[in-house]
Each structure stands twice: as structure tokens, then as C-alpha cells.
């Protein structure tokens, strides 16, 4: 069955140090990857997507993921952390429907 | 930007009776969708939508559900007799059909439901 596990519930860095979000996946065939983050009384906002070519993908505000196909996974990163990205960070698998399946999501606390 | 809204924000029901949660995609969007995510749980799939029929619900989207898009731009979840698990936030999204799932659904800010 199709499955997203985000083993880290919640996650605290201080500004400016470095990010990394696990994100690991169960899918049959090719996976379609997202991951979405999501602030205080705010939709899902999409951070970045893979869907071919490039493990390595960048995308909106800094954040970049790589596809790793051999461990699963598909872990965001970002160099340095703002205070403003303190938010919650779902990652999330598609496929050959148009149906989303979600982690249980990552809440990212940033320390001045 | 455009973007989907969702009214309202927070609804309060009793058990057992019918709410409806509306949601404007975006315009140009052909493809809808409702999400829910109970407290401390995955947001999960509930059901999308295209040319005016439901193209695939979750096993969650039962008999108590409905959606229907009565016009030109709202979609609307109905629950015909509310329970207390029925309790979580609802998220609208939608996207353009373009390319399937490789097209961004853009997400709502979703409807906080609580079933007393």
C-alpha cells in the first residue's frame, strides 16, 4: 500500500543552521514526490515537486529535496534556517491518480 | 495570486446534524478535491472531482458524504448527519487538469469542523 512516513514530529534549529526533514515513501511504481508546508491559519502551500529527472530539486523559498530512489526517501533541505519558516512540513506522495497521500507532517520550531 | 478559499474558518455542529463546507477553487482550475485531517493524523484523501462527477473517493467518503459544485464557482462538501469522528479540518484544493496528478493542487485554508 501506498504510504508516506515522516519520522520526525517535531524539530527545533536555530537561525541561520542548516535543515534537514525526512521523508520516507511506499509506493509500487514510480512515485510522484511533494512536499507542502503549511503556516498558522494558512492552506497547504506547495514548496516543491519531482516527478523525473533530476534527484536534486530546488524549490520556492530556499528549500531543495533529493529524490533518492534506492533508501525511499525524499528529504528537504535548506542551508539556512529563517524565522520565518517556522511552519509545519508535510511531504506527500502521488501517482497514478491525482489523489495526494500525506505524512503525518514535520512541526519545525526556529530559535533566534 | 489567486488562491482557494474556504468558508467558514471553524463550525461547531451537534451530532447528528447536516453541515455544509464551501470552498472557490480557483477559476480557471477543472480539478477539485476535499482532504481532512483529524487532530494529530495524516491529512487524508477524501474525494475529487471533474466535469461535474466525482472521479474517485476514499473508502472514508461514504454514504454520509456529498459534493456538488452548484455553480459556476463554488464546491461544497455536505455531511448529511454529523458524528463525533467526523471532527477534523477539511481542506478544499483544486488544480488544472492539464497533466494530472503532475499539476499543483492548490490547498485551501481549510475548515475547522467539531462534532459535539
Known amino acids: 500500500a501506498q504510504s508516506v512516513t515522516q519520522p520526525d514530529i517535531h524539530i527545533t534549529v536555530s537561525e541561520g543552521a542548516s535543515l534537514e526533514l525526512r521523508c520516507n515513501y511506499s509506493y509500487g511504481a514510480t512515485p510522484y514526490l511533494f512536499w507542502y508546508v503549511q503556516s498558522p491559519g494558512q492552506g497547504l502551500q506547495l514548496l516543491l515537486k519531482y516527478f523525473s529527472g533530476d534527484t536534486l530539486v530546488q524549490g520556492i523559498k530556499g528549500f531543495e529535496a533529493e529524490f533518492k530512489r534506492s533508501q525511499s526517501s525524499f528529504n528537504l533541505r535548506k542551508p539556512s534556517v529563517h524565522w520565518s519558516d517556522a511552519a509545519e512540513y508535510f511531504c506527500a506522495v502521488g501517482g497514478a491518480t491525482n489523489k495526494l497521500i500525506f505524512g503525518t507532517g514535520t512541526l519545525l520550531a526556529v530559535q533566534p | 495570486e489567486p488562491e482557494v478559499t474556504q468558508t467558514p474558518s471553524h463550525q461547531v455542529t451537534q451530532m447528528g446534524q447536516e453541515v455544509i463546507l464551501r470552498c472557490v477553487p480557483i477559476?480557471?482550475?477543472?480539478?477539485f478535491y476535499w482532504y481532512r485531517q483529524i487532530l494529530g493524523q495524516k491529512v487524508e484523501f477524501l474525494v475529487s472531482?471533474?466535469?461535474?462527477?466525482?472521479?474517485?473517493k476514499s473508502e472514508i467518503f461514504d454514504d454520509q458524504f456529498s459534493v456538488e459544485r452548484p455553480d459556476g464557482s463554488n464546491f461544497t462538501l455536505k455531511i448529511r448527519s454529523t458524528k463525533l469522528e467526523d471532527s477534523a479540518m477539511y481542506f478544499c484544493?483544486?488544480?488544472?487538469?492539464?497533466?494530472?496528478?503532475?499539476?499543483?493542487?492548490?490547498f485551501g485554508p481549510g475548515t475547522r469542523l467539531l462534532v459535539l
Open positions: 484544493a483544486s488544480s488544472d487538469i492539464t497533466s494530472g496528478i503532475k499539476e499543483t493542487q492548490y
Open positions: 477559476s480557471n482550475h477543472l480539478y
Open positions: 472531482f471533474y466535469n461535474n462527477e466525482i472521479s474517485e
